[in-house]
């Protein structure tokens, strides 16, 4: 696995962003490269201590889905190597946890697919009945599967804010009707293909988000990540039950002890235990073994 990597210096190409996780260079005009550091955010605060292997568990789970769900929508992947696009000393920051990417127009809303009604869904619901405006059956609890799959964007926010749950009509006023109902469509064909395959490995999906861009045709392209145990709520099958917060295969032990210390969820974050640094590296490994079979390596 190799030691944990908290923050990219690669000099040979022009740092473009920090996200709260990845890492994005140019590579000349029309391409970006995107390191999937170890950092870990949880309340939108990121915390001071890598997770050891996640930026490698999170990218081969994005490179897997890219690959099983390109007959949908094309993606934002160029098969060129990231070692090829750095400078030899900096080869090891890349190794495993990186892809060249197509340079996009990002679309300013977040694609978001729920099938079960947890996290904000359920807040929301709740207290009105509905999420994002679409009218629910009333009598459902917490954690149980929706009637069918529901389209639930989410306005991107300013770094350091939330998201928040928005209305299909306000994304297609914000990017057009026809683009939205492409997007909507798009984002429940993903759902739909990829909850029938982790169904076979044990694994729900409860919900998850996807990004999309278009390049320089138009072309609606998903990009980011896709189906990660960051964008997305896996729920073990077997420890599933209506009525209660399943466990889930990503930060939950970080949340889990941050809600026990009287901190304001504002940075800096309180450190973390080694053994909650360890539990949470072990789930985001487990995530992948269950879906893809493979093993982060020594």
Same mark, same amino acid.
Not at 87 to 114: F, Y
Not at 163 to 182: R, T, W
Not at 190 to 195: D, N, P, S
């Given at each position: 696995?190799?030691?944990?990597?908290?923050?990219?210096?690669?000099?040979?190409?022009?740092?473009?962003?920090?996200?709260?996780?990845?890492?994005?260079?140019?590579?000349?005009?029309?391409?970006?490269?995107?390191?999937?550091?170890?950092?870990?955010?949880?309340?939108?605060?990121?915390?001071?201590?890598?997770?050891?292997?996640?930026?490698?568990?999170?990218?081969?789970?994005?490179?897997?889905?890219?690959?099983?769900?390109?007959?949908?929508?094309?993606?934002?992947?160029?098969?060129?190597?990231?070692?090829?696009?750095?400078?030899?000393?900096?080869?090891?920051?890349?190794?495993?946890?990186?892809?060249?990417?197509?340079?996009?127009? =990002?679309?300013?809303?977040?694609?978001? !697919? /729920?099938? +079960? &009604?947890?996290?904000?869904? %359920?807040?929301?619901?709740?207290?009105?009945?509905?999420?994002?405006?679409?009218?629910?059956?009333?009598?459902?609890?917490?954690?149980?599967?929706?009637?069918?799959?529901?389209?639930?964007?989410?306005?991107?926010?300013?770094?350091?804010?939330?998201?928040?749950?928005?209305?299909?009509?306000?994304?297609?006023?914000?990017?057009?009707?026809?683009?939205?109902?492409?997007?909507?469509?798009?984002?429940?064909?993903?759902?739909?293909?990829?909850?029938?395959?982790?169904?076979?490995?044990?694994?729900?999906?409860?919900?998850?988000?996807?990004?999309?861009?278009?390049?320089?045709?138009?072309?609606?392209?998903?990009?980011?990540?896709?189906?990660?145990?960051?964008?997305?709520?896996?729920?073990?099958?077997?420890?599933?039950?209506?009525?209660?917060?399943? =466990?889930?295969?990503?930060?939950?032990? !970080? /949340?889990? +002890? &941050?809600?026990?210390?009287? %901190?304001?969820?504002?940075?800096?974050?309180?450190?973390?235990?080694?053994?909650?640094?360890?539990?949470?590296?072990?789930?985001?490994?487990?995530?992948?073994?269950?879906?893809?079979?493979?093993?982060?390596?020594?």
């Amino acid at each position: 696995m190799g030691a944990a990597l908290y923050e990219t210096r690669i000099a040979s190409l022009p740092l473009i962003h920090r996200g709260k996780v990845r890492d994005t260079y140019a590579v000349g005009e029309d391409r970006l490269l995107i390191v999937t550091t170890d950092r870990l955010s949880a309340f939108d605060v990121v915390m001071a201590e890598p997770i050891p292997g996640k930026g490698q568990v999170l990218n081969r789970l994005a490179d897997f889905w890219f690959a099983r769900l390109a007959h949908l929508v094309p993606n934002h992947l160029t098969g060129i190597a990231p070692e090829s696009v750095v400078a030899p000393a900096e080869v090891d920051q890349v190794r495993d946890r990186a892809v060249v990417a197509k340079r996009l127009k =990002p679309l300013a809303v977040e694609a978001v !697919v /729920r099938g +079960y &009604l947890i996290g904000s869904g %359920w807040k929301d619901y709740q207290a009105t009945s509905q999420v994002c405006g679409i009218q629910l059956p009333a009598g459902l609890s917490q954690a149980e599967r929706l009637p069918a799959p529901i389209f639930t964007p989410a306005s991107k926010a300013p770094a350091g804010q939330h998201d928040e749950n928005v209305s299909f009509a306000y994304v297609a006023d914000l990017i057009g009707e026809e683009l939205a109902l492409m997007m909507r469509d798009t984002s429940l064909a993903l759902y739909a293909e990829a909850t029938r395959y982790a169904a076979t490995r044990g694994i729900i999906i409860a919900d998850t988000k996807f990004e999309f861009g278009l390049d320089a045709e138009g072309t609606l392209t998903l990009m980011d990540e896709a189906l990660t145990a960051d964008s997305s709520r896996f729920w073990p099958a077997d420890e599933y039950r209506v009525g209660t917060s399943p =466990p889930s295969f990503d930060k939950q032990f !970080v /949340r889990d +002890y &941050l809600e026990t210390l009287a %901190w304001d969820k504002k940075p800096p974050p309180p450190p973390l235990p080694a053994a909650v640094v360890e539990k949470t590296a072990a789930k985001y490994r487990e995530a992948l073994r269950r879906l893809t079979g493979q093993e982060i390596g020594p």
